[in-house]
């Protein structure tokens, strides 16, 4: 398959993925007391600096186990990361089946710790892992952060992406590193030359899972808005994929991610009030 388009079906994935999480998290909790108290939609746009603040001294982190360069603590932060993100989704999932809300988490727990165990063992789940485990982060930020919020945030992260990309280049650093260890922090998709070299495309977990976030959050509006932003978000990253593909260039995805859910949204609020009219 195509890597282009290979890359193309697991962001869609994620982001159909995540949706279905997110929206399930939200109806469930205004039914069942245990999940309502644990989510809870953050109005408050006092958290947002504090939200960057865990991103950013989260990519420190990652800089200094590359500076330590000890495989332990790279496998433990990635086993860590998978297993508690990708529980929200299998949560989702196996809570249809399982009367006890208790019983169901901790079932969803569980599957998230197999999972982070499993890659380790088998390289080749690294992008299922990638997918699952964005489509959970993306449903938690969505269920967290109203609309406005998660707009915010995205665009932060789009400027952060871009400065660190372009101006400090510490990004370019960390995908390096994730690439050489095959860390479930991106999803790959390769191919063989004719010459018999190797081409490969990435595309970070981040730009899978802060979609999700804001079509999570969209729904909260109205269902269409949430697949308008999907949209938008699809053709953004559809545009920087092919761009970076044939350029052979490293380009930050969430700025154009940003701009083609900023499009979406203002087209479907101007549908809207001009259907009002």
């Known amino acids: 398959m195509n890597p282009l388009l290979k890359i193309l079906l697991f962001f869609i994935a994620t982001q159909l993925l995540g949706l279905y999480a997110g929206v399930f998290i939200i109806e469930d909790a205004k039914g069942n007391e245990i999940v309502r108290e644990m989510v809870s ?5 006092a958290i947002l600096p504090l939200f960057i603040l865990y991103i950013l001294a989260g990519a420190a982190v990652f800089l200094i186990l590359i500076k330590l360069r000890i495989s332990f603590l790279f496998a433990l932060l990635e086993m860590m990361v998978i297993s508690v993100t990708s529980s929200i989704l299998f949560y989702a999932f196996l809570r249809p089946f399982i009367q006890e809300t208790a019983f169901a988490m901790a079932a969803a727990v ?5 999972l982070a165990v499993a890659k380790h063992f088998f390289s080749f789940l690294k992008n299922a892992a990638a997918v699952l485990s964005s489509a959970g982060a993306g449903a938690v930020f969505g ?4 609309f406005m919020a ?6 932060i992260m789009a400027i952060y992406d871009y400065i660190a990309v372009f101006r400090t280049k510490h990004m370019v650093s960390m995908a390096k590193e994730i690439i050489q260890k095959e860390m479930s922090f991106t999803v790959t998709a390769k191919e063989r030359l004719p010459s018999g070299k190797e081409s490969r ?3 970070g977990t981040g730009d899978l899972a802060l979609p999700v976030m804001v079509e999570v ?5 109205h269902p269409l ?3 308008a932003t999907m949209a938008g978000a699809t053709a953004g990253v559809s545009f920087v994929l092919v761009y970076a593909w044939r350029k052979k260039i490293f380009l930050p995805a969430i700025p154009f991610i940003f701009s083609g859910i900023m499009v979406s949204v203002l087209a479907a609020f101007v549908l809207t009030i001009l259907k009002l009219l």
């Open 41 to 45: 939609v953050q109005q408050d746009a």
């Open 110 to 114: 569980l599957a998230g710790i197999s």
């Open 143 to 146: 269920f967290t952060f109203n």
């Open 150 to 155: 998660s707009l915010a945030i995205f665009f």
């Open 201 to 203: 495309l990435d595309l």
């Open 217 to 221: 959050a969209a729904y909260q509006i």
């Open 225 to 227: 808005l949430a697949f």
